[in-house]
């Protein structure tokens, strides 16, 4: 059975180059099947983070075997909106967070995070590496 495609959090990345099994098994199957999704806050996330240009090297290695969403101008309105409606609710999320729930929501994907707080954003699909 085909998985869901996913749009996958910075956290996962992050358990995938730590060699986490689970990360890693995931990550690996559904980039066979040609269901991972990526956008530049994720990238941005994880390249900020890298020790060396062999880190570099292995993070931008990984996303060639994604598909890459463009963020329009769109996207930026729209994640705009999904963060005003939120505050409303008393609900504040990081930006960047924001923009990857309104990229996965627009683009009929889930969300592969441990981050909880993607739970709060009503119409999102969350799924975590074993749940």
Do not use: N
Not at 5 to 14: F, G, H, K, N, R
Not at 26 to 53: H, M, W, Y
Not at 109 to 115: C, G, I, M, N
């Amino acid at each position: 059975m085909k998985t869901s495609a996913s749009l996958v959090d910075t956290s996962v990345w992050i358990d995938f180059f730590k060699g986490v099994p689970s990360a890693k098994a995931l990550l690996e199957k559904l980039v066979a099947e040609d269901c991972v999704f990526t956008a530049g806050p994720i990238l941005f996330e994880l390249l900020q983070g890298v020790k060396s240009s062999e880190e570099r090297k292995q993070v931008k290695d990984a996303f060639l075997a994604t598909h890459y969403l463009e963020i329009t101008p769109d996207d930026w309105e729209g994640a705009a909106s999904m963060a005003s409606d939120l505050r409303a609710k008393g609900i504040t999320l990081p930006m960047t967070d924001i923009l990857i729930a309104h990229l996965a929501k627009a683009h009929h994907l889930e969300v592969l995070s441990f981050d909880h707080h993607f739970d709060q954003i009503p119409g999102l699909k969350r799924r975590e590496p074993g749940g």
